[in-house]
């Protein structure tokens, strides 16, 4: 399988780094795109294998599957030509997949895939499986340290002051729906879990700023017919960007790995 990748920020970087150290068998880094050509040459450079270097359009034309791994701004320009080509999408700004039914279309009628991989939470299998029945409920808390919500526009335009808050603030409560308009590179694991289980309009989300944390915390709960179940982790940052856990692109190469595996565990 040619993996293609776009973006390599933290997740991009490390999923090309096992890529060319042939640590995921049956697939080979086949070319790279990135906003800066620059950074990317110097990328590519680092890099045992020759890659080449594509723009963000035209990446899937050699690639089999292609890695979104972009600011949620630059989104469609990976995915629109990924999926109108028929390749498989590998979608790490969940974000952008909420309301997009034409995306999903477009996928369909070329024989496209979109795969949201489980990134920073746990629990999707669960979730996949109770949904089979009939779930009730389900609501996700996501309580961040406040350097990691200062930048965000909602913050700025608000007005609302974070520097030197003693105790937990809740920042917004609503529909996962509701919040991603207003956090859209907040709000992956909880697209995520919408995704799988009731959907965006119906799933509840509350994000939190904890001065007492240091890490990201997601804590989902879900109450259905077959199972009720709590779930809740604390990712450790990735080296490259503490704004992204590690466990990110862990869940990428763990994807990748099963594709070409004789044995699967888990939905």
């Known amino acids: 399988m040619k993996i293609g990748i776009a973006g390599i920020g ?40 020759g890659v080449p270097h594509r723009s963000l359009s035209g990446l899937a034309r050699n690639c089999d599957i292609v890695l979104e791994a972009l600011p949620p701004v630059m989104f469609e320009a990976v995915a629109i030509p990924t999926l109108a080509a028929g390749k498989t999408l590998i979608a790490m700004s969940a974000s952008q997949l909420l309301g997009r039914e034409d995306l999903i279309e477009m996928g369909r009628a070329a024989g496209g895939r979109i795969v949201v991989p489980s990134g920073a939470m746990l629990g999707l299998d669960a979730l996949k499986a109770v949904a089979v029945g009939n779930i009730r409920e389900v609501s996700i808390i996501t309580r961040k340290p406040p350097v990691s919500l200062l930048t965000a526009p909602y913050i700025l335009r608000s007005g609302i002051d974070l520097d030197g808050i003693k105790e937990a603030v809740c920042i917004l409560k609503g529909s996962v729906t509701e919040i991603a308009r207003e956090f859209p590179a907040n709000v992956n694991v909880a ?27 997601h804590t989902v709960r879900v109450q ?20 992204t856990g590690r466990i990110t692109s862990q869940s990428v190469i763990a994807y990748l790995r099963q594709l070409n595996s004789v044995v699967r565990i888990g939905t």
Not at 192 to 217: C, F, H, K, Q, Y
Not at 224 to 243: H, L, T, W
């Open 10 to 49: 933290a997740v991009g970087s490390a999923v090309a780094r096992a890529l060319d150290r042939g640590e995921i068998p049956g697939c080979e880094l086949a070319a790279i795109a990135a906003r800066d050509e620059s950074r990317a040459e110097r990328f590519i450079s680092s890099l045992s294998g």
């Open 191 to 217: 697209a995520a879990v919408s995704l799988a289980g009731l959907g965006p309009d119906r799933t509840l989300m509350e994000i939190w700023a904890d001065p007492n944390l240091t890490v990201n915390t």
């Open 224 to 243: 259905s017919d077959s199972s009720d179940f709590s779930v809740s982790i604390q990712n450790r940052p990735s080296d490259e960007n503490p704004a």
